[in-house]
């Protein structure tokens, strides 16, 4: 069973960079997609970024295009999230998960009900 263990979380100010790690463990999958989540207390939980498997194709929510990149390294079984110029707004529990197969449209990357493995999540707080 895939396990996922989210770090790199922490308390920053506005214009602050973070990166954070996500650590893949027990059996991987060929073609599977990867993704970013962030949820905030009372809101829906909403996509950040995705990637796929070979780390060759990444889509990006509109909020972030341009801040954050997703990245994964392979020999190490792990997908970063580097988050430049931060904002009180993206204050949230961040959340990677994995999906068994690959996916392409942004219609179906960014729904969390086509992903099957989830982390416990990491804070992100930004300041003012």
């Not at 994995?98 to 493995?117: K, Q, V, W």
């Amino acid at each position: 069973q895939v396990q996922l263990v989210e770090s790199g979380g922490g308390l920053v100010q506005a214009g602050d960079s973070l990166r954070l790690s996500c650590a893949a463990s027990g059996r991987t999958f060929s073609n599977g997609a990867v993704g970013w989540f962030r949820q905030a207390p009372g809101k829906e939980r909403n996509f950040v970024a995705h990637i796929n498997r070979s780390g060759g194709g990444t889509y990006y929510a509109d909020s972030v295009k341009g801040r954050f990149t997703i990245s994964r390294d392979n020999a190490k079984n792990t997908v970063d999230l580097q988050m430049n110029s931060l904002k009180p707004e993206d204050t949230a529990v961040y959340t990677c998960a994995a999906a068994r197969g690959y996916l392409i449209y942004s219609e179906t990357l960014t729904n969390p009900m086509n992903y099957d493995y989830w982390g416990q999540g990491t804070q992100v707080t930004v300041s003012s």
